[in-house]
């Protein structure tokens, strides 16, 4: 098995999607010939109207463990250079950035490919759980069944 | 052993940690989840449910998956991050 | 027919990726849930070995008229917030950003697949043309099937 | 007409661009290229591929679309930008 690649941060601070770019582009600079990311961020409209923001638990240990695991999956399906990703926790307003997930490679199909099975992976397995804030108060989101559909359908390729 | 519970069901059990010092014969995960259902409200309902996934130090398991004194055992509702 | 959304700038300038994901995130601020991002870039190893950098020409009204439509047609296809294209022109160095690809959607699913269908579409139809220079000359780099077979497979699903 | 050429091909010809103010006949693009095609080297062997591109008013278009004299057209390789 090679060496794991990828830098994981769980953080409640925000992120500079620049600086991730930056870091993801200075790596293997020469060697980059495509770049794609990923940003999630807190909206308006889920399953309810008059959301005002949401509060990120998630299981400290098995959070990076699970997503140490996404990255090795998908470094051993496509020719990858580097994968970052954070993700916050805690309370996040409306509009606020919620994960990160950048991909650099040297062919345009692998990096988004794996961008999207990283997020697409992330959703279905890694332990976060998003409490809704809206004007009534606070609710627990429930799981969707599509995004277990969407890990799903990667293993059908 | 140690067991954890995250998210709804947290809130619901008003736990989030607990230390056992014996096993009472558990064998596996669905062992100690059998001891936690039997101590009534709001124990029973909470963790009867179908959607209900455990983990073993750390990673995703089963009822059936063995279990011993020095594992890490974790209850939680499917994952809703991203 | 909808009014056509999206910015398409092709410019010998380098341009700012923190710019460009920072203006598809205050458009609908509120109801952006997913943003995604593609850099192309020069990269060292294409067809050959020892790339020093590249020369990029295009046809000035043609090109944005073509990047339009494909916009377009993304638009069409999936829910869409903003799009922006910047492609460069003229003379670009190794490791230098050559293309910019963003989208902006309330989700994910839809953020991925119409980047990387605007990606193909360029590849396969946008009127740019790329000279490769290496040590010993320069050479234009020949059109690749499986660029237009990339594009095609969106028209199969 | 203005007809324009990119690329390899307008390096292999040495030539951006013409202005015609009479099509000798012609009513496809195809004709056009037939005329261009009779002046000989390089001319001929240069727009003799089968991987030529050809638009008219800057929409991609093929040898039987018809051209008038306000029309714009250019010959081209396949595209490799991005």
Known sequence: MSKSIGSIRIQEADFSVDNEYQNLRAAHASQNGAICTFVGLVRDFGDKK????????HY???TEHSLQQIIDQAASR???HNVSIIHRVGQLNLSEQIVFVGVSSAHR?????SCEF???YLKADAPFWKKECNDQGSEWVEAKQSDQDRAQKWSKD | MKILFFASLRERLNTEEEQWQDLNGAQTAGDILTQLQTRGEPWSSSLNTERLLVSVNQEIASLT???TLNDELAFFPPVTGG
């Open chain 1, 50 to 57: 008059g959301v005002t923001g949401m509060y990120l638990e």
């Open chain 1, 60 to 62: 400290p240990g098995m």
């Open chain 1, 78 to 80: 496509w020719q990858l």
């Open chain 1, 109 to 113: 199909a692998d990096a988004f490919a």
């Open chain 1, 118 to 120: 990283i997020m697409d």
């Open chain 2, 65 to 67: 998956t063995e279990v």
